[in-house]
């Protein structure tokens, strides 16, 4: 992805993301504008993030605005929160190309990888250009009915077929390039970015892909025949699930926005053609921060049998 060197080397603008309504989160917002205003940037707070803060000393102080205007204006957003408030971040300013920072105010915090400690410590290096940018790839999913669009959406991590409220397995086909692959039951299948291998995916016996590759990964959930292994395409392939059997199937993208399906429905899925800039502190490892957050080499604690 193609991004203005000035904006990622010295931002001038700065937005910020944030979601929980913890007054621990709410004051970690305001001390990262505070200082960020110190420092000569323009600030703007996003507003459904700012209407949950309830604190009148930032409408007073700074600017108030959508995502529309944060695409339009901001050099770099900065969302603290969790993976979850990243994601809803990158869906919306995907296509305008902001890069996006991470303080992590969740728990494991894949995609948020600075600590909220070190927030301020690390905002110097962001300003003097020192943050390294990596690009992120995103599905795009659109669900067609009876061959009318019944929904499209962005996915960063994955988009997931699954039985919904029901315990019957579901019925679908699987086409990559217009080719018939295989028809399968089982309780769903994940198709994954190498960003999402670390979600839902992971938790479904899927690999791990580093982040800069660009495959997609297609995980059966619970399948019936222990044959059906997870597989990794190309992220040129165009592919598509078709529901051939189910009682109450749905679609997640992101685990955020849900379509439900019917027999028949067709989920076509794409590359597409937006990215993500993601920029990195000084030091920042994706192996280290798999070490950390999956406990990779730990041993056993002291009074745990051998």
Known sequence: MSLPLHSVRHPCTIALIGKYQSRKV???LIALAAYLQERGVSVFIERETAERMERPEVTDRWMVCGFLDIGAHADVAIVLGGDGTMLNAARQLARYKVPLVGVNQGRLGFMT???RKDMLAVMDALLDGQFQPESRMLLDADVVRAHKEMGSNHAMNDVVIDKGATGRMIEYELFINEEFVCKQRADGLIVSTPTGSTAYAL??????????????????????????RPVLVDDRAEIEIVVTHADDARVHFDGQVTLGLK???AIRLRRSDHS???????????????????????RPAANESA
């Open 263 to 265: 027999c028949g429905d």
């Open 276 to 298: 993500i800039c993601f920029l990195h502190p000084p030091g920042y490892s994706y192996f280290a921060m798999l070490r950390q957050k999956l406990h990779w080499g730990e």
């Open 26 to 28: 709410s004051d970690a």
């Open 203 to 228: 938790s479904a016996n899927g690999p791990i892909l580093h982040p800069v590759l660009t495959g997609v990964a297609l995980v059966p959930l619970c399948p019936h025949a222990l044959t059906n």
């Open 113 to 115: 990888d600075i600590a």
